[in-house]
T-cell receptor
């Protein structure tokens, strides 16, 4: 079974400041890792994913995430946030042979001017 | 453009009525459809998985007689919330899995916000 933990339910940050959204997972099998963003009243949009290879993954909108197998983490980072980054961010895992996603509880990023 | 179309995007209904939500895969054939539900301030939880032409597999705690899923074709799955009650108010999202060439692809729909009065 898999589970995903996002410890921070809300992260307030000022515009142009760096941000890190934390994600830890547990799984008895190897997994793929994902970050999705959900803007108000919209569906999920894929930010980035780790399937294999380099542990540093770059996504859209200037976001990146680093897979750390020993710490079972996949934290999301952005060096300088914009007001438009205000949204809810979900970390998710999926087993290699399974197509069910397991989502974290989400982190609301609130970027202030 | 969107590769998974979900309709309607928003629906308001009276308690006791049934609501049908459609999920269509565009430009690819979805052998498997997943239906998720997101309650306010909570994460998405998988409700059921359906393979084309087969009965859906429901997650524990999800009432199959209340949430009817039909996956009659490779491009369309429907979720019908029967005899909806206010506690069914939620955000429902589908995800379609299929093949594009030799590669598996999976996309999410934009979601349907259901409000039951």
């Amino acid at each position: 079974a898999q589970s995903v933990t996002q410890l921070d339910s809300q992260v307030p940050v000022f515009e142009e400041a760096p941000v890190e959204l934390r994600c830890n997972y547990s799984s008895s099998v190897s997994v793929y890792l994902f970050w999705y963003v959900q803007y108000p009243n919209q569906g999920l949009q894929l930010l980035l994913k780790y399937l294999s290879g380099s542990t540093l993954v770059k996504g859209i909108n200037g976001f990146e995430a680093e897979f750390n197998k020993s710490q079972t983490s996949f934290h999301l980072r952005k060096p300088s946030v914009h007001i438009s980054d205000t949204a809810e961010y979900f970390c998710a895992v999926r087993g290699y042979n399974f197509n069910k996603f397991y989502f974290g509880s989400g982190t609301k990023l609130n970027v202030k001017p | 453009g969107a590769v998974v179309s979900q309709h309607p995007s928003r629906v308001i209904c009276k308690s006791g009525t049934s609501v049908k939500i459609e999920c269509r895969s565009l430009d690819f054939q979805a052998t498997t459809m997943f239906w998720y539900r997101q309650f306010p301030k909570q994460s998405l939880m998988l409700m059921a998985t359906s393979n084309e032409g087969s009965k859906a597999t429901y997650e524990q705690g999800v009432e199959k007689d209340k949430f009817l899923i039909n996956h009659a074709s490779l491009t369309l799955s429907t979720l019908t919330v029967t005899s909806a009650h206010p506690e069914d108010s939620s955000f429902y999202i589908c995800s379609a899995l299929g093949l594009a060439g030799a590669k598996n692809i999976q996309y999410f729909g934009a979601g349907t916000r259901l409000s039951v009065l």
